[in-house]
């Protein structure tokens, strides 16, 4: 399911128009991509779906594919999503 359909499938269960679903998940994912990307420690908890967050990683080395040169990685932050426990439950409970 991509974002359309997503949109389509909300305005329908909600039946609400698919301008005001849309407008509403955008500010969402606004919402969480900024908590996040500003503050290392804030973490964004969905009740039901999961929690977003971040995580440090560490300086690494690496190598360039073409060249094969070795050349160091710098240290970052990478996005993180834990699922909430109904949504592990559903998803092995599909198996």
Same mark, same amino acid.
């Given at each position: 399911?991509?974002?359309?359909?997503?949109?389509?499938?909300?305005?329908?269960?909600?039946?609400?128009?698919?301008?005001?679903?849309?407008?509403?998940?955008?500010?969402?994912?606004?919402?969480?991509?900024?908590?996040? $990307? #500003?503050?290392?420690?804030?973490?964004?908890?969905? *009740?039901?779906? +999961? @929690? !977003?967050?971040? =995580?440090?990683?560490?300086? /690494?080395?690496?190598?360039?594919? $073409? #060249?094969?040169?070795?050349?160091?990685?710098?240290? *970052?932050?990478? +996005? @993180? !999503?834990?699922? =909430?426990?109904?949504?592990? /439950?559903?998803?092995?409970?599909?198996?």
């Amino acid at each position: 399911m991509n974002k359309q359909e997503l949109i389509a499938a909300i305005a329908t269960e909600t039946e609400l128009t698919q301008k005001v679903v849309k407008q509403v998940i955008e500010a969402l994912i606004g919402t969480i991509t900024t908590t996040i $990307s #500003t503050d290392p420690e804030a973490t964004v908890a969905l *009740s039901g779906l +999961g @929690t !977003f967050g971040t =995580a440090p990683t560490a300086e /690494r080395n690496g190598r360039n594919p $073409s #060249t094969g040169e070795a050349l160091l990685i710098p240290a *970052s932050r990478r +996005g @993180t !999503f834990s699922y =909430a426990a109904p949504v592990k /439950r559903a998803i092995k409970g599909s198996v």
